[in-house]
């Protein structure tokens, strides 16, 4: 029990950090490479640009991965967090509460965050990122306490094929289109058309709607799955071994991904179930690096900028919508993109609205203010 106590409650410098690099691209990072392939019109920063815009339907770029990868981290966590109650005998009943408060939470968060205190109720958009993680995370989080690993894996496997079929078999007609992966045509959207109040993020389509959240579960039980790796006694003084057997496990969910995009494109939108095994993949790709290099290797000062983005995630994220960022940016940055030629601008703009964000976590990482959910 003492070693399974200092396991759980052992937090992974690698996983703040991941999350961090993850919020680096929304809180200013995109545009710092945007303007950077503007002004020098280098091919690396000319597909790092074509890389940090969403895809319109069908494919896959990078920025479609920022938001499965924050669900992904938040699935890594669970196990740990799960452990670490458990080992200090808090009750089951106490754990389903703070799992349902969480999810619900974010899920309120999300409706806030979408201009909620308008009380614009026609208007207001229900479905959101928040909401999204806040859903998906607490569904796979109660399939995680009540089922051992061979169930997990059948959970996350049959949501998968099962959103597959439905799509594929009852395509929607109401406006006209036969495709069943079609912004128009599929289930998804059809079910949202339908039940979700409010409007729809495209009008006739929301990519963060009820029914695509499905999926979404076993975005977080694949973390989760992680999670549970991470903390097995097994490999607990092999981390080399761990490194490789999630590396292969990452090639394994991406080639899965490629050949169902086959048949059920990898889409963003939809939340496809091949976009849930290739992003899927490509996360825990991602997370090996991080961990191999931080946690394994102990290679630890250059990741400190992310850390301090990625243990305060959500008030960032709540922050640029409520804070004036920009205005502090014309502020202490007005200066400097005045003494640059024009096509510099939107760049040292880019890099003041990053570093003011910045700023403000790590004030608020010196004083230990977190906002936990």
């Known amino acids: 029990m003492e ?5 759980a409650s052992k937090r992974l410098y690698s996983l703040d950090a991941l999350r961090g690099f993850d919020m680096f691209w929304i809180m200013g990072g995109e545009g710092i490479f945007i303007s950077l392939a503007a002004i020098t019109g280098w091919p690396v920063f000319n597909w790092c640009a074509n890389q940090l815009e969403h895809v319109p339907w069908h494919g896959f770029v990078f920025y479609d991965m920022i938001f499965p990868l924050f669900l992904f981290i938040a699935g890594i966590s669970f196990p740990f967090s799960y452990a670490k109650r458990t080992a200090n005998n808090e009750s089951r009943k106490s ?6 408060y969480r999810g619900l939470i974010l899920v309120l968060l999300g409706i806030l965050y979408n201009n909620g205190l308008r009380f614009n109720f026609p208007e207001l958009r229900y479905g959101s990122v928040l909401g999204r993680i806040g859903l998906a995370w607490m569904f796979a989080a109660l399939i995680f306490m009540n089922t051992r690993l061979t169930a997990r894996i059948i959970w996350c496997s049959g949501i998968l094929i099962a959103y597959w079929l439905l799509l594929l ?14 912004q128009e045509g599929n289930l998804a959207s059809y079910i949202d058309r339908l039940i979700m109040p409010g409007k729809l993020y495209r009008g006739n389509h929301d ?18 799955f992680t999670g549970e790796f991470l903390l097995s006694e097994k490999y607990r003084d092999r981390p080399y071994r761990k490194v490789l057997y999630m590396f292969i496990a990452a090639v394994v969910l991406m080639i899965i991904g490629k050949l169902w995009d086959l048949v059920f494109p990898i889409n963003k939108n939809l939340w496809s179930s091949s976009f849930v095994c290739y992003v899927g993949g490509l996360s825990l790709l991602l997370f090996v690096i991080f961990y191999l290099v931080i946690d394994v290797w102990n290679i630890r000062k250059w990741a400190f900028f992310f850390v301090v983005i990625g243990v305060n995630p959500i008030t960032i994220y709540l922050a640029g919508r409520i804070i004036n ?14 003494l640059v030629p024009e096509a510099w601008v939107p ?4 890099v003041g609205l990053t ?4 700023l403000f976590l790590y004030f608020l990482y010196r004083k230990k203010i977190f906002l936990r959910v």
């Open 3 to 7: 070693n399974k106590t200092k396991t």
């Open 95 to 100: 754990i389903y509460r703070h799992v349902f």
């Open 169 to 182: 078999l009852f395509p929607a007609h109401d406006l006209g289109s036969n495709d069943p992966f079609s």
């Open 325 to 338: 960022f920009q205005a502090a940016t014309r502020f202490f940055f007005g200066g400097f993109a005045a």
């Open 207 to 224: 990519p963060e709607g009820i029914f695509s959240t499905l999926p979404a579960i076993s975005t977080a039980l694949l973390g989760m």
């Open 355 to 358: 570093t003011i964000g910045w």
């Open 347 to 350: 760049f040292v703009n880019a």
